[in-house]
Every structure is written in C-alpha cells, then in structure tokens.
C-alpha cells in the first residue's frame, strides 16, 4: 500500500468530519470544503517527506483550521464578527497534541449531524439535497455522482455549487434543528437518505457499477444517523427497512440481470446478516415507541416477508394489517393497492378484488399499469378470464417497461387459453 | 465491499481455558469498537474463547477425526474478527492501523467473497451454500 493511497484512505474516513467541523467555525459549507482540501494537499505533500503523523486524522484536522486562520488573516478581516471568528478558530485551532486514537467526541458527532441537517435543507430542491449530502456526507466527486444519476457532469457540478451559495446567501444555521421544526427537518434527512438508497436499488437508470455503491453509500448514512440520533425510531425503522431490502440484492436479478420478483426469489441468495440487522433495527424502532412510523411500518412489512422460509410461508394477514396502518398514517392510493394484494393473499382473490374495484375511480391511479395489472392477476384468479384478459391488455398498453410489456402481454396469451368457468 | 479483520494475538494458541482479555484492554477495544459503528462500517464483531476449548476436525484420508484443543502444531490461532463495509481495501487497512492492538498481536484484513465476484456456476453452488448459514441465522 503506498502512502498516498493511506493519506486517500484517511481523507475519506475524516473528510465530512473535518468539514463538519469547519462548517461550524467559518459559517460557510463552502469555505469549510476548500480549507478540508487544503489540509488533504498539504497531507499529500508532507506525510511522503517527513512520514505520517502519530494521529492522522487530528493532523488532517488541525491543519484544515490552521488554514483557515491563515487565510482569515490574510484577508485581514475587520469586522467584529470576524475577529470574533478568528479568535475561536485561534483557540480551538491550535490543540495540544491530540492522544493517539482520540476522535475529538461529542463536539464532532454534534458537527457532523448538523451537517447532515444543513445538506439536506428544505431551502433546497430535493436534487440539490442529493447531490449536496453525497457530496459533503458521502464524499463523492460530481463525475461520481454524475455517473450514478446519468447527469452531465457539469449539471452536477453547478447543483453542489448552486446549493452551497443558496446555504451561504439564506445564512442558514449550523444546527441541529429543535421543536416544531425538527420533525420536518428529519423527515427531509430521512428522505434523502432513502432516496439514495433507493436509486441505487431501483433499476431505473445510473451506471450499473455506481449503483451498489449508492445503496452502501445510503446505508452507511443510515447508520451513522442511527448512532447520532439513538433515540430516534424513524431514523432505526428507516435503517431496517434498507437493510432488510439490501439483504435481497443478490436475489433481485438473474445473473443475465433479469429482474426477479420476491415470490420467486431464491431466499437462500438473501444475505442473512444484514436481515438480522434489519430485524434487530425494527427491534429498536418497536422498543422506542415508533412501531406506526411510515419507515417502521414499510420495514415491518419487509420483515414478513424476510421471517418468511418460503414465499407460501408469507404471513399476509399480518402484511395486510401493516397496510392497512400504513395507509392510515400515509394515505396513499399505491399503498391501498397493495393492500388489496395482500388481502387477496390472505382471505382470496374476491376480498382483494373488492379493494382493488373501490380504487378504479382514484383519479391519482389513472395511467398507473399495476392497477390492471393487480386487477387482472384477480380476474384471472377468479376464473373471469375475459375480465382478466381486457386488464392485461390495458396494463401493457401503459408501461413503459419493456420486460414488464412482454410479461403483460404473456398473461393476455394465458387468459385465452385457460378453461372457462360455467 | 466487505472486509474481515482477522485479529490473531500471538500466544493466543497455548492460552488455558477460559482466559480472557484484562479490562483495560477490552475498554480501548470497545472504543475502537464504537468508532467503527460510528462510521457506519461495522457489521458484525466477535471474540473467540482460546482454542484450548476448542476442537478440529480433520479430514486426512477422507474420514474426519477429531483433535481436542490446543492444538500443538497451530502457529497462529484467531482471537476474533470484525467484519466492515468499506469502500476500498485501502479504507479497510486503515481501519486495522486505527485499532488499539497490542504488540503481540496482528490483524489480517480479508476481502469477503461476494456473490458478484463468481462464475455462474459457482453462484449456483454458493446459494445452497448460503442456505445452510441461513439456516443456522433464522
């Protein structure tokens, strides 16, 4: 291993850290960034020539906030406000020799998680949050981003650099926000977080080699939050729900990358040590009161299914419970369609049909494929074939899949050919 | 990708019976522990008891036979392992340089062999094998 390849290795466990710690002292993300890269370029040239330091990472921090005072010096700033800056960061810029291992404690933890706070901020469009919090959080280059969400580079680019001075310009505090505000303000953490995730799970587009990377990149973030925010049962339900559906990541595609769909997952492909995570993350949303969170209830509903031994094992009455709670606390047509699904497991197809026809006048379902396409699925079970078939063909005609098409149009064929009831 | 860090405490291969680490020693390793939670890398983590309470199981001409710890002809035995998720090998030794390890002892860092990483006809082989662990978890 070379020594720039350790200096590298370092710089990506410590980088948000150290920018989190800037953040709060020079009141700019921006800033913060360009003094953290500062200290990686001095690590670059130094730690070749006169050997690593004791403490990498204190050394990599204390280099950073020596470099701010320098540069707030040579501006020579006279203001008030800045000398009052000057001073903090001539404070706690010049530690004492830090004890080898020490990780600077609560102060850091407190730093980073207002960074993620900052990085996700409502003032900002939901894409700028993801590219931002990738960024600063995850540590990823625009052309990595770029290439996870197949976006030029430049728009890339421009969105981080855009965020940062919408951040500087609205002068948006460092915290870690409290009362009524903080629930809203998790709540767009959160979504942040399960949005990378879930480009990095969903096979809509991205570069297939970027894409696991953006689900571990998410993951990672969930954890960390997890150990920032302990009391927290969205943050643990959230955490359970990505590593209970990490764990079927090898079971989701054949190996010519066919999806395939979770009944007919190989269950001995899931990966029982983050389902074990994942449990024992429900565990602790239940423990802490947050069993009817939306997070905690969609990673319930996934742990069914992960509990199960066999797709025929499923315990649907309760998945069909869990839906019925979720659709109470997040109305939504989608999810009451999968509520029927689960009911027409649980009781037969005619009580999930009942379900099913309450939601075909639900103007937020119009164009939806999977409507018909549930519909039909219980039509057919039900033996009306005719019914079935004119949903299949209705179901093809609106998805934009083409694999989803073929198997639609699969059903039509099927339809036509099963005996009639009399 | 995942990463193994083998703890190997030299020693450790001639220890009695239910010897354990002394508290100061699992104090600074808990911290360690901590950090790598922290980070949001850690996975899983285990401590070993000494092989001395242990067995192996041979298979020299095709028949097991089994041997009571310790074990006599062993240079270097396993303490325990951590196991991370990384985005590098170079993050996973950095993370073993950080560990808070005595001199006696060495950390070996081993890629975990993922699905991805084998021919199909090895990944059809490997889920059954999958399902025997998952067996033992659920």
Redesign the interface.
Known sequence: MTIVASIEATWRIERSKIVAALTRRVRDVGLAEEFAQEALVAALEQWPVEGVPRNPAAWLMTTAKRRAVDTFRRRAVETRVHEQLLSELEIDGEPAAPEVGSSGGDEIEDDLLRLIFIACHPILATEARVALTLRLLGGLSAAEIARAFLVAEATIAQRIVRAKRTLSEARVAFEVPQGADRASRLASVLEVVYLIFNEGYSATSGDDWMRPQLSEEALRLGRILACLLPQDPEVQGLVALMEIQASRAAARVTSTGEPVLLPDQNRARWDRLLLRRGLAALERADALGGAAGPYALQAAIAACHGRAPSAAETDWPRIAALYAVLGQVTPSPVVELNRAVAVAMALGPAAGLAIVDALQSEPRLAGYHLLPSVRGDLLARLGRDDEARAEFERAATLTRNARERAFLMARVLACGHLPRPE | MRFMMLMIPKGYESASPGTMPDAAAVAAMM??NE?L?????L??LDGLHPPSMGARISFEGGRPKVTDGPFAEAKEVLGGYW?I?V??R??A???AK?C?ASGNEVIEIRQVQ???DFP?DV?EAA??F??L??G???
């Open positions: 911290k360690y950090e939670q922290k980070a949001g890398v996975l899983a196991m998720q985005r590098s170079d993050e030794i950095e993370w950080r808070p993922e699905m991805a199909d990944k889920a059954g999958e399902k662990q998952g033992k978890a659920a």
